[in-house]
């Protein structure tokens, strides 16, 4: 077999190939001595907003600034609850931490690796006491009030929404989608009988533009959207020291302005974020068909019929992790783990109580999931050698029965 390195993702050629596009940019950008907010901002804001079918976009200056202003403008403050996920990106708790409230967190659904309905049901009725007079959740354990959501949708594919939003909805929780690895995927809901975007469904939703998303930056970038003019107004203050006009401060804010150079090279690359993601599906589609009868307990990435995914990563599930990444690691193939600990057992939480089994499905997933290189350009020759690593590595593993 051949020894190329195949790296995990390329940045350099989708950037090499837009490069004329982007200086021209630059010059734009040079000659009006327009680096923040202005024309390019609000041009792309007005696209993403769009493409996202949804009213308003606020960009920001990371995924992070996105969460945590949704947060805030959608009314968490000091001593609130928000629920979330335990196998996220720590920015998703920072973002709840930082608004003044506390991550609490809710198992994941087996297959998905989202957020599980039916655990966000039991967490409401058998751990929280509901009190009527103030219509509101409060948690046992804590005392505290739940007053949010927030279903991240992993890898690119959303979580089961119409019964998040129904359960929002009984017990009057806001919802923040974190859209940040979802550009572009779509949910069927049952109850619209109509496919929704990330980004339309809940009161506010999160992008990051950090340069390995699906849409990505060649820098730090975010955005919320949302359909709610007093969130979105309230967002752009946030974003630009809490002014509502130049240095008249209603609020304390943030400095957490999108850049306009990002926001001008993010206008140009989300015109060809639909084919990206259309070649995403093509490579999910062609590694699952590779993949699937492998010996080995590998389990593939499913996708409910209500789901479109845009495969921002491409997890494969086995027993023995360690032993197939070691494998690929040595043929030249590089991996990633997304992520290695559930965020209830890391150490920035230690001080939340949680303990190891209080989260077991998220908790033997993370010990057992690996994304397989994924990225609009990787070739068939490419995907082969990878596929041909994993199954000779499964092969070479007695098959446990157990995940
Ligand atoms: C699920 C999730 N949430 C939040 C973030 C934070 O985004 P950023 O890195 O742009 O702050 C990321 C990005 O890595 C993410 O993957």
Redesign the pocket.
């Known amino acids: 077999m051949s020894n190329e390195q195949i790296p995990f993702l390329d940045l350099v050629t989708v950037h090499r190939e837009l490069q004329d596009e982007f200086v021209e940019i630059l010059k734009t950008a040079l000659n009006s001595a327009g680096f923040i907010g202005g024309p390019m901002v609000q041009g792309f804001e007005e696209d993403f907003a769009k493409f996202c079918d949804s009213r308003f976009c606020v960009g920001v200056g990371?995924?992070?600034?996105?969460?945590r202003f949704a947060l805030i403008a959608t009314g968490i403050q000091s001593g609130d609850i928000v629920l979330t996920v335990p196998n996220?990106?720590i920015?998703?708790t920072e973002a709840i931490s930082q608004a003044g409230a506390q991550p609490d967190f809710v198992d994941i659904e087996e297959q998905t690796y989202n957020m599980d309905p039916g655990n966000l049901r039991q967490y409401l009725e058998k751990q929280c006491l509901w009190d009527s007079g103030a219509k509101r959740a409060f948690s046992k354990r804590t005392g505290k009030p739940v007053m949010a959501v927030i279903p991240?949708h992993?890898y690119g594919q959303m979580a089961d929404m119409d019964p998040i939003l129904d359960l929002a909805t009984q017990y009057n929780l806001k919802v923040i989608e974190?859209a940040?690895?979802a550009h572009g995927a779509e949910y069927f809901s049952k109850k619209e009988n109509r496919w929704r975007k990330a980004g339309s469904m809940g009161h506010a939703a999160?992008f990051?533009?950090?340069p390995g998303?699906n849409l990505g930056a060649c820098g730090?970038?975010?955005a919320i959207t949302t359909d709610n003019e007093d969130v979105a107004r309230s967002c752009r203050m946030l974003r630009d020291h809490g002014q509502s006009k130049k240095y008249y401060h209603d609020i304390e804010g943030y400095n957490g302005r999108l850049d306009a150079i990002q926001a001008g090279f993010l206008r140009t690359k989300l015109r060809h974020l639909k084919k990206w993601n259309g070649q995403r599906r093509d490579i999910a589609l062609r590694y699952n068909t590779l993949l699937a009868g492998s010996e080995g307990g590998v389990t593939l990435p499913y996708q409910p019929d209500w789901s479109r995914s845009v495969y921002h990563l491409y997890v494969l599930r086995v027993a023995d992790r360690a032993q197939l990444q070691k494998r690929l690691d040595e043929a030249g193939v590089s991996t990633g783990i997304h992520y290695p600990i559930a965020l209830h057992l890391a150490k920035a939480y230690e001080g939340l109580g949680f303990r190891v089994g209080d989260f077991p499905v998220a908790e033997t997933a993370v010990s057992q999931i690996l994304s397989l290189p994924m990225f609009p350009g990787l070739t068939s020759q490419q995907q082969d050698r990878v596929v041909a690593e994993v199954l000779e590595s499964l092969a070479a593993v007695p098959v446990s029965g157990s995940r």
């Open positions: 990371s995924g992070t600034d996105a969460l996220t990106f920015a998703t991240v992993l974190d940040c690895q999160a990051s533009f950090y998303k730090e970038a975010g």
